[in-house]
């Protein structure tokens, strides 16, 4: 008995152990099976991996159209001829995309652009049904053959596949139309205009699903998931706020039908991108700046000594001129929209330093709330140091702050072991262009000539930006140099925005699926960034309370309605159809407001840059040791001057097919060569791709000169400005829609003579610094853009005698 009693315990311990064994080597064998699809990709070449295929293709075919007339096997076969179809159609356009995509490389030892991108993409989806298929071909006939699953997933994916084909069409014909080189469509605004109305209508949920990342590197595809819920959940939020009804515990209920449901999930991220407006997207991004999850990233990233927020006032100062540093010009507060009023920045050191403690700098320290500490004086302090980087943050021009970017800024200060100073410049749309230029350049400026205080000598200076950052570090140095003020000793990039302008190229094509950058939600933050979008006055309380205020105002209606909202949740949750897309009303854009704090506005306009800045010439000059009367400089930034109304053209970026009809027969004399970028020229006869089913949506597409300023985009400046950039160290993307930006600014800045280094990351999403804890690869990433900050920071090497 006793031998029996202790049996007991140990056969269910073993029991235990056996199913435990067995879900650790089931978990095994799906991570084998993710990498040998991956090693697919990259050891087979694109027509054996396409005959492969297409042969394993037509053997499922084969098998599910002998099981009888069953809907399950006849969706089977009929995915399967699709999925053959589709691959031999696609193969031959890659092949030609393949052909020509080195001639759009930087040079050889970086390969990489759109095209190439494009073409990656495609063998990524390819290499997920060579898998795909050959499992289904070797375990069709077990009984625990999961065929809804696989049938559910293989019509994602050949959805997918059909879209990226579209979109390799699209890349044939921006490869016809461009010069050689040229990565960005050259042709007029109207043709931009019809290309763009036409991309735009594709279908976009199928990326959003099932397919969700499916083009990156496998760490990063969870994260994926988990933003796509919350973005959903959050536009579901975001909807009743708007519509007043707040979060009820229903709504929280019918949200997580899109965490079980891909397909749900995917149709709900393309309304979402498609019909909300900026604000929502401001909002959205701004979450990572809620006190719990701010502490919760801080917790996770290295403990520095200092990190204040200061409030720079808004008075003006003389800055040494380069050329002469006996000569002075003065440096304005920002004036653009809202007059002049304080700049924030927060500064961070990994030690704390001489100077950082100082009464002058402890004056300028802004509180964070409850929540922030102050920083006590220690006995010992680090000597300052040689060296100082000036931090611009992403965004979109519309959103976050210092305190988003704060965890991996805290990394750089303890590797480079120098102070940083990063810029909270104010955000679009109350605050569009140039205000944040002005600021920037205001505290750059600030920096250099009080690094004292910043723990500093100020010997070796490096501008560092991502995103909206990075085309703020370039113009923040072309206007350095324009007020003859010292420039950076270098710029790091990462994945920067340089063109600004509406205009299509490969990589952008990938906005299509790219869940981070979708192609409507680059276009509201840059409308937002020209100036184009205007206020919503309506509900102002809300919006004065802020989504944040909402959701924290909302938390007590939520509890109030967990025990009503309960019992329609089984109702909630089997409602997995029938949502109708909600239409937003965009509003008509008021007049546009410029600055003219630069005289390019007024300069003719030219696809590759505008001619000289007169303006930037208007230089009063200010000797150190003369007389107050002195002529000061001329303000570079005056206020807000009306200068007359932008005619937006209405692109109908739904286009019914009906609509397409009409227009096509409107534009019947247009030459051969432009009728070519619509889609019956651009598809072949009896490809149709799938349309998107959010309705028809009217978005002005602006095309004024503000978006051709170089201060703006920077790839359009020309030769003269890009001269006078210092050198300049660009971290991309392959898989990022503005890939193509850096490509060309880099390409650019060679064929000036001006020094420049383009390093492009494999398989990571646009904004990895954000994520650099996330994986490996981003890890990796994180640090090579810390290298090329070193080496900005190392002073050059003395020559030898």
Known sequence: ??????????????????????????????????????????????RTMTQTLVTLAEDNMAFFSSQGPGETARRLTSVFAGVREQALGLEPALVRLLGVAHLFDLDPETPANGYRSLVHTARCCLAHLLHKSRYVASNRHSIFFRTSHNLAELEAYLVALTQLRALTYYAQHLLATNRPGGLFFEGDEGLTAEFLRE????????????????????????????????????????????????????????????????????????????????????????????????????????????????????????????????????????????????????????????GQDSEELSSLVKSEGPWSLE??????????????????????????????????????????????????????????????????????????????????????????????????????????????????????????ATMLQSAASPSRLLSLMDPLLPLSVLSKCVSAYAGAETEDHSNSDQKALGMMGLVRRDTSLLLRDLRLGASSWLNSFLELRGHKSQKTQVPVAETMRRSVSDAALAQPESPLGTDSLKALTDLSLKSSSESSDTPKMSEMSQSLETLGPSTPSDVNFFLRSEDAQEEAGAKEGASTKDRGLGSRATFPEGFHPRRSSQGVIHMPLYSVPIVKNPFMSPLLAPDHMLKTLPPVHIVACALDPMLDDSVMFARRLREVGQPVTLHVVEDLPHGFLSLASLCRETQQAAQLCVERIRLILTPPAAPQP
């Not at 056996?18 to 090693?39: F, M, V």
């Not at 100020?458 to 003859?484: H, K, M, P, Q, W």
Request: hydrophobic content about 40%.
């Open 1 to 46: 008995m006793e031998s029996t009693g202790e049996s007991g315990p140990a056969g269910a311990r073993a029991s235990k152990n056996e199913k435990e064994g067995l879900k650790s080597r089931s978990r095994r064998r799906w991570r084998k099976a993710k990498a040998k699809a991956s090693r697919l990709m990259h050891t087979m070449d694109l």
């Open 375 to 496: 920083l006590r004086p220690r006995p010992q302090q680090a000597p300052r140091s040689q060296s100082l980087v000036v931090h611009i943050h992403g965004g979109g021009f519309v959103a976050q702050t210092s305190k988003s970017h704060e965890p991996y800024l805290k990394t750089w200060a303890q590797e480079l072991g120098v102070p940083i100073i990063s810029i909270d410049y104010s955000l679009a749309p109350e605050a569009p262009f140039p205000r944040a230029l002005e600021e920037c350049f205001f505290a750059y400026c600030w920096a250099i000539k009080h690094c004292a205080l910043l723990g500093s000598t100020g010997e070796r200076i490096c501008l560092a930006g991502d995103s909206a950052g990075g085309n703020l570090c370039f113009t923040v140095s072309l206007r350095a140099a324009a007020y003859g003020v010292r420039v950076p000793d270098g710029i790091m990039a990462a994945y920067p």
């Open 199 to 354: 991309y735009v209508t594709l279908h976009k949920g199928c990326f959003y699903g099932r397919c969700l990342g499916f083009q990156f590197t496998p760490a990063i595809r969870p994260f994926l998931q988990t933003i796509s819920i919350g973005l959903v959940s959050f536009g579901e939020h975001y909807k009743r706020n708007e519509t007043g009804l707040g979060v009820t515990a229903s709504s929280l209920f019918t949200s997580g039908r899109f965490a079980i449901d891909p397909e749900l999930r995917g149709a709900e991220f393309e309304r979402i991108i498609q019909n909300l407006d900026v604000h929502f997207w401001k909002a959205f991004w701004n979450i990572t700046e809620i006190e719990v999850l701010s502490s919760l990233a801080n917790m996770a990233s290295a403990t520095v000594r200092v990190s204040r927020l200061l409030s720079l006032p808004p008075e003006a100062f003389e800055m040494p001129l380069t050329s002469d540093p006996k000569l002075t010009v003065t440096i304005s507060p920002p004036l653009a929209h809202t007059g002049p009023g304080p700049v924030l920045v927060r500064l961070i050191s990994y030690e704390l330093r001489e």
